[in-house]
C-alpha cells in the first residue's frame, strides 16, 4: 500500500514570496490533515478535511494561507506572503475516517525555510 | 488549553538497557492515544495506539504503553532498546471534545552501542 506522498521535499524562499505544497493521501482514506512542525515542536494541526469539505481550519493563519482538497483526493497548501516564522516541516496526514479509523498516517513532509 | 506533556526532552541509554518515556495529557473524557516515532530522515510512523479496553497495548518493535486513566498518563516502555530504536517520540492525544489530535513536543532517544 502507497503511502502519504508530499512535494517538494525542500523549499527555500524569500519573505513575501508565496509558495504551495502538494500532498497526495493513501488511496481511500476520507479525511486529509494539514500539520506545521517547527523545530523542537510537535505537529500543530492547521486544516482538517474530510472528503473535500473542511472539518476545521480554526488554527489555519487564514491571511496568509490556505488550502484546497478539491475532488476529495489530493489536495494544496499554499502560504501568500510567507513571513520568517513560516519556517517549519510542514505534514501531510490522512486517516481513513477520523470518527471510526482516526490512526493517522503522515507524509514525509516539506521542510520549508524562508530567508 | 488541553495539553500533551512529554517531561523528557532528551534520553541517552546503552543498548539492552530499559526504556520509559513519560506522557501525560490534560484531557478529561473519553481519549484516544498514540505514540509516533520519527527515526533519522525518515517521516513519523504510528508506533502503537490506546482506543479502549486492555490499558496495556502493544506496538511494533517491542514497544508497549500502559493507559493510567487515574494518572493521565500513556508513558512508553521497551525492556531492552537497540542502537536501532535512536529515534524521536511523540505522544499524542485525540480527544473527543476537542476533535483534534495534540502532540506533545517530542522526546530524543539516542541508543549508544
Known amino acids: 500500500e502507497a503511502g502519504v506522498a508530499q512535494s517538494p521535499r525542500y523549499k527555500i524562499i524569500e519573505k513575501r514570496q508565496s509558495v504551495a505544497f502538494w500532498c497526495n493521501p493513501i488511496?481511500?482514506?476520507?479525511?486529509l490533515y494539514w500539520y506545521q512542525q517547527i523545530l523542537g515542536q510537535g505537529p500543530k494541526l492547521l486544516i482538517q478535511?474530510?472528503?473535500?469539505?473542511?472539518?476545521?481550519d480554526s488554527q489555519l493563519p487564514k491571511d496568509r494561507f490556505s488550502a484546497e482538497r478539491l475532488k476529495g483526493v489530493d489536495s494544496t497548501l499554499k502560504i501568500q506572503p510567507a513571513k520568517l516564522e513560516d519556517s517549519a516541516v510542514y505534514l501531510c496526514?490522512?486517516?481513513?475516517?477520523?470518527?471510526?479509523?482516526?490512526?493517522?498516517?503522515f507524509g514525509p513532509g516539506t521542510r520549508l525555510t524562508v530567508t | 488549553a488541553q495539553s500533551v506533556s512529554q517531561h523528557n526532552h532528551h534520553v541517552i541509554l546503552s543498548e539492552a538497557a530499559s526504556l520509559e518515556l513519560g506522557c501525560n495529557y490534560s484531557?478529561?473524557?473519553?481519549?484516544?492515544l498514540f505514540w509516533y516515532v520519527q527515526y533519522p530522515g525518515q517521516h513519523l510512523q504510528l508506533l502503537l495506539k490506546?482506543?479502549?479496553?486492555?490499558?496495556l497495548v502493544k506496538g511494533i518493535k517491542g514497544f508497549e504503553a500502559e493507559f493510567i486513566k487515574s494518572k493521565f498518563s500513556f508513558n512508553l516502555r521497551k525492556p531492552s532498546v537497540q542502537w536501532s530504536d535512536t529515534a524521536e517520540y511523540f505522544c499524542?492525544?485525540?480527544?473527543?471534545?476537542?476533535?483534534?489530535?495534540?502532540f506533545g513536543t517530542g522526546t530524543r532517544l539516542q541508543v549508544f552501542p
Open positions: 490506546y482506543f479502549s479496553g486492555d490499558p
Open positions: 478535511f474530510q472528503n473535500n469539505g473542511v472539518v476545521d
Open positions: 499524542a492525544a485525540l480527544s473527543y471534545n476537542t476533535d483534534k489530535l495534540i
Open positions: 484531557y478529561g473524557g473519553t481519549v484516544n
Open positions: 496526514a490522512s486517516s481513513l475516517d477520523h470518527y471510526e479509523r482516526p490512526e493517522q498516517y
Open positions: 488511496s481511500g482514506h476520507a479525511t
